[in-house]
């Protein structure tokens, strides 16, 4: 028999290993991996491929959360790798979590037959038993509760959210989760039967049964009346505005110095945030402004420790930069001294994580200024942190504890903000009333107000672009209920000012625009 080419190829959908290439895609990989260990010539194995190529096919589309893997035993070139994994019986599945880092890490993946379902479903039910590192593009997976419900549109900025109403023991939430999971503005959480409250209150008596939100606040059955996985996943792909995002994509671009390049003018709407402008940030904090500094470590290294954490906690940006932040916060945690040779290593692009990445170079669309020196990155750090606020404070409407954000935006700015002076004057700003800041949303005004007053100190200097005067912001025609009269002065009437934040730097205020 033809043992060199074994019995999968590499037109189905799942990961042909072998020595030289399992161990680098399965070890600190984002993925959770499921690799059957065979051997071509076992009669099993024979009769079980089948199985496993139409797992790979049903779950094509959990790529990149959960990847499939084959690995040939009984190639020649892979006997000392199957017995370093410790493989003694052929098929054997092993599931490895995501970040796994030896070959012990690998469990048994128990299942009750070798139909694709039970296999399925012991995928799941794997993965949930591993959830402390849970990777980073797979979607919570646990049933949602009344009190994330509300505010669920405003905390993650889609358009729609599908919920399924099922039994404990019922897998199609979280299957018809996984099946969406490439799919861009829409989220798809399951509720139990046992929460009384959201059945009540959706007036449910079949289970399983569907539910669609909108965020414009209208709410429909979804018109699938049995069980069935296919059903509800083609209903919700078809949906208006309901597209494949590209986190899925193996294609990638060469790696480069980031460099500011002569573009034409791109026209953008002071209404928006772009995602363009706060990726743009993310870039310039890390691959220049943290990459000045021979080595990293005592206080500047645990300031930029806890930025990257607050970017991973609420930055909300898209699933591949998301990966890589993810992946660049656990590289950095266990580290206490970083030569910049390793940091600008960490922070390359590599091209076997293609779903996690950063673009190469900074775009600034909000934040283009009508001269290159103009503008850009201090306009992009302030809308970054804006937003981090507001997110901070979006996601813990009720949390009373203090803001982390503002700490850490005070440490960033001490310790990589390459304008010292704006450094300094921040840190001026900082110590008078930082302290006094109570909780997150308290956290969004003193920001608000304190780049108010910077903008008021520079308004008519020569760093103010003519074609974008400094203000006090938000104008009347952004936002007319933020300031009132009284006694005919004009002022700001911060419940409204803290409202518009809140909307203004809402994840559905974010556009993608010139983003390839
Ligand atoms: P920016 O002031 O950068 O604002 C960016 C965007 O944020 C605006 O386009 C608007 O959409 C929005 N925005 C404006 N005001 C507010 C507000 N109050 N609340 C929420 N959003 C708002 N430059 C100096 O010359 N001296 C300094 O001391 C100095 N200190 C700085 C301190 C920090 C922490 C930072 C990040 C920057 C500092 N700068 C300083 C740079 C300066 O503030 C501007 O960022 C830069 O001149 C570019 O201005 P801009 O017109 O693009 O708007």
Redesign the pocket.
């Known amino acids: 028999s033809s043992s060199s080419t074994g019995l999968y190829s590499p037109r189905d959908p799942l990961e042909v290993l072998a020595a030289g290439t399992l161990e680098r895609s399965i070890f600190n990989s984002s993925s959770a991996w499921v690799v059957e260990f065979y051997a071509s010539w076992c009669g099993h194995c024979v009769r079980f491929a089948p199985t496993w190529k139409e797992l790979a096919r049903d779950l094509q589309d959990w790529r990149p959360a959960v990847m499939l893997g084959v690995l040939d035993c009984a190639e020649k070139s892979n006997q000392k790798i199957c017995s370093d994994f410790g493989i003694t019986g052929y098929p054997t599945l092993k599931f490895f979590k995501a970040f796994s880092k030896k070959p012990e890490d690998g469990i048994r993946l128990f299942h009750h037959g070798d139909d694709i379902r039970s296999l399925r479903e012991s995928v799941i039910a794997t993965m949930e038993r591993h959830k402390e590192v849970w990777p980073p593009a797979c979607p919570p997976l646990e049933p949602i509760s009344a009190a994330e419900l509300n505010g669920f549109f405003q905390a993650y900025g889609v358009t729609y959210l599908a919920l399924i109403f099922e039994k404990g023991d019922s897998f199609l939430g979280r299957e018809v989760t996984l099946d969406m999971l490439q799919y861009e503005n829409i989220a798809v959480r399951r509720v139990l039967k046992s929460n009384e409250e959201l059945v009540r209150d959706f007036n449910v008596t079949a289970f399983p049964s569907g539910f669609l939100l909108v965020n414009n606040g209208s709410c429909s059955i979804i018109p699938v009346h049995m069980n069935s996985r296919a059903l509800y996943t083609d209903f919700l792909r078809r949906l208006p505005g309901v597209f494949k995002g590209n986190t899925f994509s193996p294609t990638m671009l060469p790696s480069a110095e980031p460099e500011t390049t002569t573009t034409p003018w791109r026209v953008a709407d ?1 209404r928006k945030v772009y995602m363009a402008d706060l990726e743009s940030a993310v870039l310039y904090t890390l691959r220049v402004e943290a990459a000045r500094f021979p080595r990293l470590d005592k206080e500047r290294l645990s300031a930029l420790k806890q930025y990257v954490t607050l970017l991973v906690k609420y930055f909300p940006g898209r699933v591949v930069v998301m990966n890589y932040l993810r992946n660049l916060d656990l590289w950095l945690r266990p580290r206490t001294n970083i030569s910049q040779n390793e940091w600008e290593e960490a922070l390359r692009n590599k091209p076997e994580l293609p779903y996690a990445r950063l673009p190469e170079n900074p775009l600034w669309v ?2 283009q200024g009508s001269k290159p020196e103009l ?1 850009g990155f ?2 992009s ?3 970054l942190f ?1 937003l981090l606020t507001v997110q901070e404070a979006l996601l813990n409407p009720h949390d009373p504890s203090p803001s982390e954000v503002l700490p850490a935006m005070r440490k960033y ?1 001490q310790y990589f ?1 390459g ?1 010292r ?2 450094a300094e ?2 840190e001026g700003m900082a110590e008078e009333s930082m302290h006094k800041v109570k909780h997150k949303e308290g956290a969004v005004l003193w920001l ?1 107000s304190r ?2 007053r ?2 008021a100190r ?1 308004a008519g ?1 020569p ?1 103010d ?1 003519p074609r ?1 005067p ?1 203000i006090q ?1 938000p104008p009347q025609d952004m936002c007319s209920s933020c300031q009132v009269i009284i006694n005919g002065r004009r002022m700001w009437d911060e419940r409204e000012v803290l409202r518009f934040l809140k909307t203004h730097f809402s994840r559905g205020n974010i556009y993608l625009d010139f983003i390839k």
């Open positions: 002071r909000g934040c503008r201090p306009c750090l302030w809308s804006h700015v903000f304008c002076e704006c004057h921040f608000w780049h108010n910077v903008n520079l200097s760093t672009d974008f400094k912001w």
